[in-house]
T-cell receptor, first 113, second 112 residues
Framework: KAGVTQTPRYLIKTRGQQVTLSCSPI?????VSWYQQTPGQGLQFLFE???????NKGNFPGRFSGRQFSNSRSEMNVSTLELGDSALYLC????????????FGSGTRLTVV | DAKTTQPPSMDCAEGRAANLPCNHS???????VYWYRQIHSQGPQYIIH???NNETNEMASLIITEDRKSSTLILPHATLRDTAVYYC?????????????FGPGTRLSVLP
């Protein structure tokens, strides 16, 4: 079966712009989480969605937002991009939140110039 | 902050067992221990998870001490493709719910 699909794979944006990243979970998975990975901070949790509702949220500014659609696909948006937002953004899906394993996508590499 | 500590790096000879330790001394009774690995430029890959009993699957074995303060991931016959960063994670309760907190992990190098 298809894995977690993230689009686009690579993206270059300019400071001040906004960006939207997309994640399609594994079929049947209803929970989607987003992570940011940078060389300095490692993997950091952004937020988790289940049944179109944000269930968990990490310590990121309000410029980072997300949503989930009725088909469980999720998008995350970063507004007013800063150079420090350059990172690999990873999406992970699971049947539902709690103690289940998560399957990660290959990520979207965002470069802000 | 991550609730686990791992050695920053380890080497293992190809074909030998790789034993990756993890300390999680503040784990609470209902928190699971998860192991993921990340091969360069890819997303983390789920390996195994457990609560208090030892677990085994097609990829690895997880040995959890009786007091649950530490665990060991065992790759029984390491191959070059097992070279990766291995993360030991305790699912942390957060003000907003629960989420994974990744530490820096252990960089495992499997040597020919």
């Amino acid at each position: 079966k298809a894995g977690v699909t993230q689009t686009p794979r690579y993206l270059i944006k300019t400071r001040g712009q906004q960006v939207t990243l997309s994640c399609s979970p594994i079929s049947g998975h209803r929970s989607v989480s987003w992570y940011q990975q940078t060389p300095g901070q490692g993997l950091q949790f952004l937020f988790e969605y289940f049944s179109e509702t944000q269930r968990n949220k990490g310590n990121f500014p309000g410029r980072f937002s997300g949503r989930q659609f009725s088909n469980s696909r999720s998008e995350m948006n970063v507004s007013t991009l800063e150079l420090g937002d350059s990172a690999l953004y990873l999406c992970a899906s699971s049947l539902r939140p709690s103690n289940y394993g998560y399957t990660f996508g290959s990520g979207t590499r965002l470069t802000v110039v | 902050d991550a609730k686990t500590t791992q050695p920053p790096s380890m080497d293992c000879a190809e074909g030998r067992a790789a034993n990756l330790p993890c300390n999680h001394s503040t784990i609470s009774g209902n928190e699971y221990v998860y192991w993921y690995r990340q091969i360069h430029s890819q997303g983390p890959q789920y390996i195994i998870h457990g609560l208090k009993n030892n677990e085994t699957n097609e990829m690895a074995s997880l040995i959890i001490t009786e007091d649950r303060k530490s665990s060991t991931l065992i790759l029984p016959h390491a191959t070059l493709r097992d070279t990766a960063v291995y993360y030991c994670i305790v699912r942390v309760k957060h003000n907003y719910g629960q989420n994974f907190v990744f530490g820096p992990g252990t960089r495992l190098s499997v040597l020919p």
